[in-house]
């Protein structure tokens, strides 16, 4: 059968989906993606799989893909980052018979795809960009689709995806956000950006970005006329978005929870589902929050779930006639609804910032009081302060450090060159010294050196010589002989 390909794969294969499940690390596993299905999902796409890894691990593959083969799991994408042809081609051909497509990531912003270097980091690589989809394109059976990021240019990013589609991709999904535009600046999406590109392709184009309810999806199916809308965080906060629906927490926990057990996922997926799902919650039962991060067993989560299920009905039999959400909640916090994640100004003055210079955010002020009030602290501090009550993070008791000659960071306080231990490696190397101080013992160990090298030929000359002596009296004992 021939590999359908733009328009008629996303009709007959995707089954014409304007609902989809975005590709998620660790969050949109099996068990999730069932969840979605069942409450208005129309497609789902596998978590980032790395394609270096799939390829050269077996029980990787078992575990993300080969393990988790479910006939209601369609019709699915599976997303890889990569920045090989070779490796992706090779990675996309194990996993083409398990799914309806190979999606190629280049959307991802954070930190560990600049280090591995794909994802949205890929962006300006069209070169490479083209060899790879154009290498898959020809060698795989199921079609080729990529996830982009937008740069800040509209004509730019019209441009990379014309370029994509020239090169074989056959379906594009635009986060109407730049590589920059993450966590706390996230900002809002660009449709316009998204309304762009589909009007310059004729491949089919998903939006994503701003996606927190049913009417943001038909809103931006109106405003950019692509064929499908993807969610991520609005799915992960209400599993049912694409029903339209906002159903008590306890009732989608619980739910995802039961198919947990029939396919079952790393503890780590669940807790995280259930800290999306109960987010609003968790603010206000901060005991059973710390709860659910330390439980180690699934029986131990659904104990929890179960705990804030009957602290919300309770709250709810309390409840005055006419009293409204707090917090300035649509909804009262036991219901399905958005978080709206905040921006660097508000991040910053939850943290006790003034202000953020040129639209970065600064640096969180060590928030303390002199009585040793913890609530304050950080998370990361408070956990520290659990783990040792008696432990002070009150600044002005800290010992201030001497700084490095060479380059302002703290110095050793033994170190022989007043340096930190970087600075004080490279010098000491250079200078054959020792530093006991940071534990550098060039000098000591040169000296070592020439010394086992000296005996070494002190040996060696004296095998020699012994040689010799035997040889000159095997040689006169021959002689002697000969004579008789």
Not at 188 to 208: G, L, T, Y
Not at 304 to 327: D, H, S, Y
Not at 351 to 367: M, Q
């Amino acid at each position: 059968m021939p590999k359908l390909r733009g328009e008629a794969f996303w009709r007959e294969t995707l089954r014409s989906a304007h609902y989809v499940v975005a590709p998620m690390v660790d969050q949109s596993e099996l068990a999730w993606r069932l969840l979605s299905r069942r409450h208005g999902a129309q497609l789902c796409y596998t978590p980032m799989l790395h394609a270096q890894v799939f390829l050269r691990d077996a029980n990787y593959r078992r575990e993300n893909l080969y393990g988790e083969a479910c006939p209601e799991d369609r019709p699915l994408i599976v997303q890889f980052c990569a920045n090989d042809p070779e490796v992706f081609v090779q990675a996309a051909l194990l996993a083409q018979d398990y799914c309806d497509a190979i999606d190629l990531n280049l959307g991802c912003p954070q930190m560990i795809a600049k280090r591995g270097h794909y994802g949205a980091f890929l962006q300006e690589e069209w070169d490479l960009l083209q060899r790879m989809i154009l290498l898959a394109n020809e060698k795989l059976s199921v079609p080729i689709t990529c996830k982009i990021r937008v740069f800040p240019e509209i004509d730019k990013t019209v441009k990379y995806a014309q370029m994509l589609e020239k090169a074989g991709c056959q379906l594009l999904t635009v986060h109407g956000r730049t590589k920059e535009q993450k966590g706390p600046l996230a900002g809002v999406a660009s449709w316009e950006h998204i309304h762009a590109v589909r009007k310059a392709v004729s491949i089919p184009v998903f939006a994503n970005g701003n996606i927190q309810c049913l009417s943001d999806v038909e809103e931006c199916i109106r405003k950019t006329g692509v064929h499908g809308v993807m969610s991520a965080e609005g799915n992960l906060h209400n599993p049912a978005l694409f029903e339209g629906r906002n159903p008590l927490v306890w009732e989608m926990a619980e739910e995802y929870l039961e198919i947990v057990q029939k396919y079952p996922c790393p503890l780590s997926y669940v807790r995280a589902h259930l800290f999306k799902l109960w987010h609003h919650t968790l603010q206000v039962y901060q005991q059973l929050r710390e709860e659910l991060a330390k439980v180690k067993t699934l029986e131990g989560i659904v104990d929890v779930n179960r705990e804030l299920k009957l602290r919300c009905q309770e709250e709810i039999a309390n409840q005055k006639e006419g009293e409204k959400p707090k917090e300035g909640l649509p909804f009262f916090h036991w219901i399905c609804q958005p978080y709206i994640r905040p921006g660097p100004k508000e991040r910053c003055k939850e943290n006790g910032a003034s202000r953020t210079e040129k639209g970065v955010r600064g640096k969180r002020a060590l928030e303390e009081e002199e009585d040793g009030n913890s609530e304050l602290l950080s998370k990361n501090k408070q956990k520290k302060k659990l783990r040792n009550p008696n432990k002070s993070f009150d600044p002005s008791l800290k010992p201030k450090y001497a700084k490095c000659d060479q380059c302002g960071n703290p110095k050793g306080n033994k170190c022989v060159f007043n340096m930190c231990r970087g600075c004080c490696k490279k010098r000491a190397f250079k200078e054959t010294a020792d530093c006991p101080g940071h534990g550098l013992l060039f000098k000591t160990k040169y000296e070592k050196s020439l010394s086992w090298q000296s005996s070494q030929r002190l040996i060696q000359n004296t095998e020699v010589s012994r040689r010799g002596g035997v040889d000159v009296e095997e040689t006169a004992v021959l002689k002697e002989a000969g004579d008789n």
